[in-house]
T-cell receptor, first 112, second 113 residues
Framework: DGGITQSPKYLFRKEGQNVTLSCEQN?????MYWYRQDPGQGLRLIYY???????QKGDIAEGYSVSREKKESFPLTVTSAQKNPTAFYLC???????????FGPGTRLTVT | GQQVMQIPQYQHVQEGEDFTTYCNSS?????IQWYKQRPGGHPVFLIQ?????EVKKQKRLTFQFGEAKKNSSLHITATQTTDVGTYFC?????????????FGAGTQVVVTP
């Protein structure tokens, strides 16, 4: 069953803690993306990666970090420097950087 | 600020009616994609438009890309309750690098039976 998995679905953390969100795909896609979704604001790009060991900052990269050590995995770390981390986080992948994006089910992060 | 604007933000439609949602960019786009997100779900790809003036149809959905490649529209005819959700456009600016799509804020569609 091919697709993108994100875990966990819901995540709760205390302020000041770093947290890592998982994203795995078995679609053999080169490109992977992380988006943040807040109510009424659509999706905003955090980081994207075209190929293993390479990634680029999106529009709101501050307070986040990523790695791309394997083609199928693109974990996102929300650091304590991120001022408003509570949000719905979506991971996506595409075969090419300009093609259809396949989204995972998302992780809803709540930081208190 | 947001470079891709979508209007309207909310659309209340009676079942059987038609409606249109619009997407406007401040700069020329290489291509534009449309996604649908059901309540509690994740965005699902609907279509991609690449050519100036392109029109594509999917059953009751008609997608159009403007001649100047700065705007797009999604028209739904004979709305059904299954059309409920938020529709997003995502544009790739000609000035931006590969993969950096700009999403609009979405049009949230509510259908009254």
């Amino acid at each position: 069953d091919g697709g993108i998995t994100q875990s966990p679905k819901y995540l709760f953390r205390k302020e000041g803690q770093n947290v890592t969100l998982s994203c795995e795909q078995n679609l053999n896609h080169d490109a992977m993306y992380w988006y943040r979704q807040d109510p009424g604001q659509g999706l905003r790009l955090i980081y994207y990666s075209q190929i293993v060991n390479d990634f680029q900052k999106g529009d709101i990269a501050e307070g986040y970090s990523v790695s791309r050590e394997k083609k199928e995995s693109f974990p996102l770390t929300v650091t304590s420097a991120q001022k408003n981390p509570t949000a719905f986080y979506l991971c996506a992948s595409s075969e090419q950087g300009v093609g259809e994006q396949y989204f995972g089910p998302g992780t809803r992060l709540t930081v208190t | 600020g947001q470079q891709v604007m979508q209007i309207p933000q909310y659309q209340h439609v009676q079942e059987g009616e038609d409606f249109t949602t619009y997407c406007n960019s401040s700069t020329t786009l290489s291509n534009i994609q449309w996604y649908k997100q059901r309540p509690g779900g994740h965005p699902v790809f609907l279509i991609q438009l690449v050519k100036s003036g392109e029109v594509k149809k999917q059953k009751r959905l008609t997608f159009q890309f403007g001649e100047a490649k700065k705007n797009s529209s999604l028209h739904i005819t004979a709305t059904q309750t299954t059309d409920v959700g938020t529709y997003f456009c995502a544009g790739l600016m000609t000035t931006d690098s590969w993969g950096k799509f700009q999403f609009g804020a979405g049009t949230q569609v509510v259908v009254t039976p």
